[in-house]
Nanobody
Framework: VQLQASGGGLVQAGGSLRLSCAASGRTFSSLGMGWFRQAPGKERELVAA????????YYADSVKGRFTISKDNAKKSVLLQMNSLNIEDTAVYSC????????????WGLGTLVTVSS
């Protein structure tokens, strides 16, 4: 499975961005997907996850109510809609895909940088 994240950029605090992760190489509908982020000097954290069917979703407390994850099997992509961004959301965001267990991942893509300015 190959993953490619896109959509990062510079945004002012309070603004929105939509990240997209395109997958190829395997039946996308069978994959669980997740979005991780890593800020400078901090550990990588899982911010949002969706299971293969789209029926289960997870959000980190820090993004709950502001971020929305969705999965489009027809387009073989997973989206992360990020609203009400704040400076603490600045990080490199990357997507991951898992074959078997929810929130456990086997494939990783390169990240896309999100910078939130005050």
């Amino acid at each position: 499975v190959q993953l490619q994240a896109s959509g990062g950029g510079l945004v002012q605090a309070g603004g929105s961005l939509r990240l997209s992760c395109a997958a190829s190489g395997r039946t996308f509908s069978s994959l669980g997907m997740g979005w991780f982020r890593q800020a400078p000097g901090k550990e990588r954290e899982l911010v949002a996850a969706i299971d293969w069917s789209g029926s289960r979703k997870y959000y980190a407390d820090s993004v709950k109510g502001r971020f929305t994850i969705s999965k489009d099997n027809a387009k073989k992509s997973v989206l992360l809609q990020m609203n009400s961004l704040n400076i603490e959301d600045t990080a490199v965001y990357s997507c991951a895909a898992g074959l078997f267990k929810y929130k456990e991942y086997d494939y990783w893509g390169l990240g896309t940088l999100v910078t939130v300015s005050s």
